[in-house]
Nanobody, 123 residues
């Protein structure tokens, strides 16, 4: 059974950067991996996704040009580099596995989730 563990969250100021990591124990072969976030009182929302090869990546509009998703399959790890952080980026960030190969922006298409890591951006 694949388990996902996120790390790298924290408290930063607006304009700072953070890099989140998601370490997978078990196979993620062939699977899209995605990042989602959930702010207090809001629905979980898509942030970014990346294909197995890394050749396809997709970003939500609010983070496009600021966040970069990448993966190192040899290390079974997915990363989310977050630059120019804004207070509205404050949320719990989750990584997840999508082994279906479609619906990469839909939380329902992801079958395995990590426990989340808190990112707080102060103004």
């Amino acid at each position: 059974q694949v388990q996902l563990v996120e790390s790298g969250g924290g408290l930063v100021q607006a304009g700072d950067s953070l890099r989140l990591s998601c370490a997978a124990s078990g196979r993620t072969f062939g699977a899209y991996m995605g990042w989602f976030r959930q702010a207090p009182g809001k629905e979980r929302e898509f942030v970014a996704a990346i294909s197995w090869s890394g050749s396809i990546s997709d970003y939500a509009e609010p983070v496009k040009a600021r966040f970069i998703i990448s993966r190192d399959n040899a290390k079974n790890t997915v990363y989310l580099q977050m630059n120019s952080l804004k207070p509205e980026d404050t949320a719990v960030y989750y990584c997840a596995r999508n082994s279906k190969g479609y619906g990469r922006r839909l939380a329902s298409a992801y079958d395995i989730w990590g426990q989340g890591t808190q990112v707080t951006v102060s103004s």
